[in-house]
């Protein structure tokens, strides 16, 4: 795909490093740019690079308190 993917140990774990918003959810029939086909895919606009904020992540979307988000945002 043309994708640079970097090495593990290079990688920030443990990090909150971004912050997107979920506009829509669609379900694609063709493969497109990162989409595979016939699975469904976020659609994200406005994001934003924020100080890494130390949070174990989880699978799926999952909110961040907003106390610790709006230390580094402000």
């Not at 063709?30 to 659609?43: E, F």
């Not at 994200?44 to 945002?73: C, K, S």
Request: net charge negative; aromatic share 8%.
């Amino acid at each position: 795909m043309g994708v640079i993917i970097p090495e593990l140990i290079s990688l920030r774990r443990g990090q909150v490093i971004g912050i997107v918003t979920i506009v829509d959810c669609r379900f694609s029939q063709v493969a497109s740019g990162w989409g595979l086909p016939l699975l469904y895919h976020w659609q994200l606009e406005n994001p934003r690079e924020i100080t890494p904020i130390p949070y174990i992540g989880q699978l799926g979307i999952f909110e961040v308190p907003d106390d610790l988000v709006m230390e580094v945002v402000a």
